[in-house]
């Protein structure tokens, strides 16, 4: 069995929960290695306090789950199979009863619900989510090399992208080349969809890149990740394309000092509220506190977005291990839009930072 499995069997028996039922393919993918998205189809791991674990797949993807390393039980169900009576089968072989299930409540739907209230009628029902995040937030030295080389191939996507900004190139423009550009060394996803965001549109924290062409005088934010064998990386820089404003340059330089204090605020046994505060004062002493709308980063690494959450509000201390990343940023609308971000790993002395493209204002002549 491995540690991971083990570890939330550890947990069942301390909260007396006789089975969990874990459905979304990140979890599935952490304790089992397997990962697929199986869209419609049902996906499940199925673990016990101490009886075999087994793994629910579409049949097709059977072979797949062998090779990914799983040396336990498979159901394999076909398309005009039902997988709950096969689930429920394997279930009675291992034990007779059960009186409370653990399920990702956020990720499970209604019908599975009543599809699994019908296998364990009387049993209450738990959230495994709480648990399952703490356990992917401290990642190993397996995992701290994976994220790393994603984050190096987020630094040669965003220095590709500088390279590539012209007068009269769009957002479009720039960002094909760049994810072109990655698909030749060999990555064939990103964490997200990729943004790159010119002028006004930078001034939107979740802009949608379009046909706008940069012009001299623009910031331009690239907002980027790449995922390495499951794992992301994330990171934003804002360049500038000529010379630029004095007010866009205060903008720049305030977000630059913010983020640079986070990152040194971020060590074991502060908070996460300490960190996000840490910046978001320096922001606010600047005049431009209404002008930062979201929390200062988040956890990293099997999902781009994981726990913790970088807020004001939230007292989680920091310990080592984490991965997670520091992104502060002002957005002026029709002045400026800045964001900077880097993704840490907090050792026992502090924040080792992931991600090495410089963070001075690049300007691109």
Request: with cysteine.
């Amino acid at each position: 069995m491995n540690q991971r499995v083990e570890k939330l069997q550890s947990w069942m028996k301390e909260n007396e929960v006789e089975v969990s039922f874990i459905t979304s393919s990140e979890n599935v993918f952490y304790l089992s290695g397997y990962f697929t998205n199986p869209h419609e189809r049902l996906l499940a791991l199925v673990v016990f306090q101490q009886e075999e674990p087994f793994l629910v797949c579409p049949s097709m993807e059977v072979h797949d789950a062998k090779r990914s390393g799983w040396e336990n039980e498979i159901i394999g169900y076909s398309d005009i199979e039902n997988p709950w009576e096969m689930i429920q089968r394997s279930i009675q072989k291992r034990i007779n009863s059960v009186s409370k299930t653990a399920i990702e409540k956020e990720h499970m739907n209604v019908e599975r619900y009543e599809q699994l209230s019908s296998i364990f009628p009387k049993a209450a029902l738990i959230s495994a989510e709480e648990k399952l995040r703490l356990l992917r937030m401290i990642k190993d030295e397996k995992e701290l090399k994976i994220i790393e080389e994603a984050c190096a191939l987020a630094d040669y996507a965003v220095e590709f992208g500088a390279s590539e900004i012209k007068e009269g190139k769009t957002e479009l423009d720039v960002l094909n080349a760049v994810e072109y550009a990655l698909k030749q060394k060999g990555v064939t996803e990103m964490s997200f969809a990729t943004m790159v965001l010119t002028g006004a549109n930078a001034a939107s924290p979740h802009g949608n890149p379009g046909l706008t062409k940069i012009k001299k005088g623009d910031l331009v934010l690239f907002d980027l990740g790449v995922v390495v064998d499951r794992y992301c990386s994330d990171i934003t820089r804002t360049v500038a394309y000529g010379d630029i404003n004095d007010k866009q340059k205060e903008i720049y330089d305030t977000v630059l000092k913010a983020q640079i204090a986070a990152i040194e605020a971020s060590k074991p046994g502060v908070t996460a509220a300490e960190v996000d505060l840490t910046a978001r004062r320096i922001i606010a002493d600047s005049g431009y506190g209404e002008y930062f709308p979201h929390r200062l980063g988040h956890g990293l690494g099997i999902s781009v977005h994981e726990y913790p959450s970088m807020t004001e509000t939230n007292q989680l201390v920091i310990e080592e291990g984490m991965v997670y990343t520091i992104e502060p940023g002002i957005y002026v609308p029709e002045v400026a839009g800045v964001r900077i971000e880097d993704d840490i790993y907090i050792t026992r002395d502090g924040a080792k930072v992931l991600t090495k493209f410089p963070k001075e204002l690049q300007i691109i002549k």
